[in-house]
């Protein structure tokens, strides 16, 4: 009962904040001043001439690819912070002396094909010049960033169409996720992984294992927030479209088509369902036969 009364002072505060961050931005913004900054920054800029229009299909794939293994990833990381008495234990044929919980050995292995995919993501992104659309070329990002920021928390939400041009916080926003948290949190990774070299002591005194630990747990809740925030603007901001353009490849320099098409929503319905059934599948019974491929297992 005592984090019933702990979720629900949170909640009302939570709201209480919201409202005034709320009020605030309508004040700021019904002033002439801040009516003046709206209409020289309006929430985004042009891209550079050049830039592709449209999202293709390797973007989809690879979007989806991202969530899937971040999905198993927090899962696995949370569990492996939690856990005390592990079902399982996982060694290297040629290294048995060497033992980790099989659920470390299944986060390391989902952390390989997550670094995969966003390799190929980015080499995708430099090769076809969708770069642009996430990489600011303008120092114009910055005040048009702030005004998509007040327009988001005045409740007046910036109209952008994606399928074209993302408002200049999204922008920041995906350039952070994809070239900074990603980034620390394979470095990070890499640190507290297996594979880090445990006898080099000059290494282990440049980079010490204290410092990883403190960026990665805290960029994992980063990714965290980034999911639910982005989840909710995609289905709040004209779902359909959104979903079209994200998961079906399908979009308009018009804003007002895809409106109502519901093939994304499909997709993206098709793709939760996959997510929930290897969730339920990730447990010892399945995931102990595929770590015997690489290692072995010993169980309880």
Known sequence: MQWLASAAVLGV??????GIVVLLARFVLALQPGQQFLAAFPGEYPLPEGAPVGLPAW?????????????FIIRTGWQVRREKRPAAFWSPRRNKRRRISLALWFHQAIDILWVANGVIFVVLLLATGQWMRIVPTSWEVFPNALSAALQYAALDWPTENGWVNYNSLQQLSYFAITFVAAPLAIVSGVRLSGIWPKDAERLN??????WARRVHFPVMLFFVAFIVVHV???LATGALRNLDHMYAARGSVDP?????????LVIFAASLVVMAAAW???RPAVLVPIARLFGDVKQR
């Open 13 to 18: 505060f939570a709201l209480a904040l919201a």
């Open 280 to 282: 339920v599948a990730a």
């Open 59 to 71: 973007l989809n794939w690879a979007h989806f690819l991202n969530s899937f293994f971040l999905l």
């Open 256 to 264: 007002g088509e895809y409106t109502s098409d519901p093939t994304g």
């Open 232 to 234: 909710g603007l995609v």
């Open 205 to 210: 005194r440049l980079y010490p294992v204290e």
